[in-house]
């Protein structure tokens, strides 16, 4: 038996290298599948030459009575959902499988339990397809997603190097991109995420999860001045959340205990503020990053970019700091596999391809 796993093992390599070879002629011209299920959304795309072909998501509703993704439903989720959407995608995509040139999947980080199920389906099919399979980070195919091509003429991509702000349910970072391949976290948080942040305060507000997009609806009608929040001090670039959350939890609460409707009451307003605080917290460190590196060149990404307070924020900072400014599509902010493919499709030019026995990864490395 074990004898028989490591042949396979070798076969798929000696294939992935026969590849390797025969396929430099045309490396532009590739063909990338991408799986992403690091979370709660099991999803696939089709990209073709950086053109993005399809791109299929199936949400999972199960966590919202939850408060939060509870992994053992995602995996399961993920282990039903997984062959319908890649099979939805391949067909949407009007390809045939033996057309798919790359398997990219991603590798972390994310929970484990959710990214064995994507990892263990795209080595099989690698394998079984006798083509690579491309390793993604799950972080830096986010910043990626601004290279999806809508069209082979489509040259609106941010230019190296540009300050990413890659904020998402469990990361906030400010990353300087030099070059698909050479990224640096300048700065990044010390506790909760920004997506995190949203999450807290909606649960606090008794709104189901994922609560960030219901605080961004409520928000457009409600008054961003009309509560404060304690602001974190936190040196250079980096973040902290966790102050905030505790400074808004107690405030509802002393409100609460005067009118057990206060939150359903004021419940735009109370959104408006949160939302702004995390917001300001967020621009305050880009502004800083983007003075002190001499860089006006500034994209958002993850899926807090989806938010209509920070996307306003930047627009802002178009007129009045002069940045050239990057939002991401709504489909490519929350986690999707068009950015897994893009990053795939990057890493085919180098050859960056997986070892078959490679393993998926929790805390996977920014590095690599
Ligand atoms: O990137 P993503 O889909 O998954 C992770 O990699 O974490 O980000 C999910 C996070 C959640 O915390 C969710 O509440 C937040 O992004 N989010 C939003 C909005 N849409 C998604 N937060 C604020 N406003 C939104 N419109
Ligand atoms: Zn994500």
Excluded at 88 to 100: M, N, T, Y
Aim: include cysteine; charge should be positive.
């Amino acid at each position: 038996m074990k004898r028989n796993i490591q042949r396979s093992v070798r076969i798929g390599i000696m294939m992935a290298q026969k590849y390797k070879f025969a396929s430099r002629m045309r490396l532009e011209n590739t063909t990338i599948l991408g799986i992403e299920t690091s979370c709660d959304d099991t999803a696939a795309a089709v990209l073709k030459q950086g053109v993005l072909l399809s791109n299929i998501t199936a949400n999972q509703e199960v966590h919202q009575n939850f408060g939060g993704v509870v992994p053992e439903l995602a995996s399961r989720a993920h282990l039903q959902n997984i062959i319908p959407v890649v099979q939805e995608a391949i067909k949407q995509a009007g390809i045939r499988k033996s057309e798919i040139d790359a398997v990219a999947v991603t590798q972390g980080p994310g929970l484990m339990g959710s990214l064995l199920v994507g990892y263990s389906f795209a080595k099989s099919l690698s394998l079984s397809l006798g083509i690579p399979l491309i390793n993604v980070h799950h972080m830096r195919a986010h910043i990626l997603a601004h290279f999806i091509k809508k069209s082979p003429d489509d040259h609106g991509q941010p230019k190296f190097p540009f300050l990413c702000l890659t904020v998402s349910g469990g990361h906030t970072q400010i990353v300087k991109v030099n070059s698909p391949y050479e990224m640096e976290i300048l700065g990044e948080t010390k506790d909760d995420a920004a997506g995190e942040a949203f999450d807290k305060a909606a649960k606090i507000m008794g709104l189901p999860y994922p609560g960030g997009p219901l605080i961004d609806k409520y928000a457009k009608d409600g008054n961003p001045s009309a509560f404060t929040f304690g602001k974190p001090r936190v040196e250079g670039l980096d973040f902290s959340f966790s102050g905030l959350k505790t400074s808004f939890l107690y405030t509802l609460r002393k409100e609460v205990e005067k009118d057990p409707d206060f939150v359903e009451k004021n419940k735009k307003d109370i959104s408006a503020s949160i939302q702004s605080s995390i917001v300001d917290i967020l621009m305050e460190k880009l502004e800083k990053a983007s003075q002190e590196h001499g860089i006006q060149e500034i994209a958002i990404a993850g899926g807090v970019s989806a938010n209509g307070g920070l996307r306003e924020a930047l627009r802002s900072r178009k007129e009045s700091l002069g940045w050239t400014i990057h939002i991401p599509p709504m489909a490519y902010c929350t986690d999707n596999a068009a950015m897994i493919a893009m990053s795939g499709h990057f890493q085919f030019l180098k050859q960056d391809f997986s070892n078959l026995n490679a393993v998926a990864q929790a805390r996977k490395p920014f590095t690599k």
